[in-house]
């Protein structure tokens, strides 16, 4: 099967590390005309280098997802370069290690800003645009397990993750006769630079082992490679899902099924 997005736009929101650059490349190998937002200006520029080297078409912009006025600046921006915005990939989004009773209010409320208003402030921005497009759009939430699975101590995550996956719906009810997809992935634990920064912080002593344990706490037995969800994501934006919207599609290894 092979998949094209040529002349469409595609924002992908955190897209300069982990799950967002794999997105990133993944929709741009598949001719995307691709825009990064992301706070990581580094990070931001040497994606973008990988992504031109590799022939496709990519802009970057910092941007902190949950200041909606910023957001809107943004977005704008990009419509007004690009012409139109077909694709919103709403990944950007942080994590959180602690139960109801350790996890305080200032964390609680940081990771909502990030992982649900961030969400909810881009697709606001974006829905302008695409309901203008009389070829409408397609948004894609990444959500998680945690959103519908019991996570040991990701109180404040889990929350946010919930709340990303009841949006999701929201969005593709009320938008259908626009012709505008809103779709979330689900996906397990993903070997990405968090992963690696969570381990070595809290088991600088026996990293290899707390990543084989994490491996192998997924029924696969192992943690998917982040360019796995990319190739979830690409299929979920292309038209060969065009009769897929309101859907959540975990990625997961089997975790919630076989576990």
Known sequence: MTIDLQNRTAIITGGALGIGLAIAKSFAAANARIEILDLNEEAMLKAAEAIRQAGGDVQTTPCDVSDHT?????????????????ILVNNAGIAHVGNALDTTPEDFERIQRVNVFGPAN??????????????????LNLASIAAVSAIADRFAYAT???????????????????KIRCNALMPGRVHTPFVDGFIAKNYPDNQEEMFEKLSKAQPIGRMADPGEIASAALFLCSDQASFITGTAMPVDGGTMTLR
């Not at 910023?70 to 077909?86: C, E, F, L, M």
């Not at 709340?163 to 006769?177: E, N, R, S």
């Open 70 to 86: 910023q957001v809107d600046q943004v977005i704008n921006a990009i419509a007004t370069r690009r012409g139109a915005i077909d």
């Open 160 to 178: 946010s993750k919930g709340a990303v996956l009841t949006m999701t719906y929201a969005i593709a009810k009320d938008f259908l006769d626009q």
């Open 122 to 139: 881009c697709t606001r921005s974006a829905l302008r645009h695409m309901v203008k497009n009389e070829k409408g759009g397609c948004i």
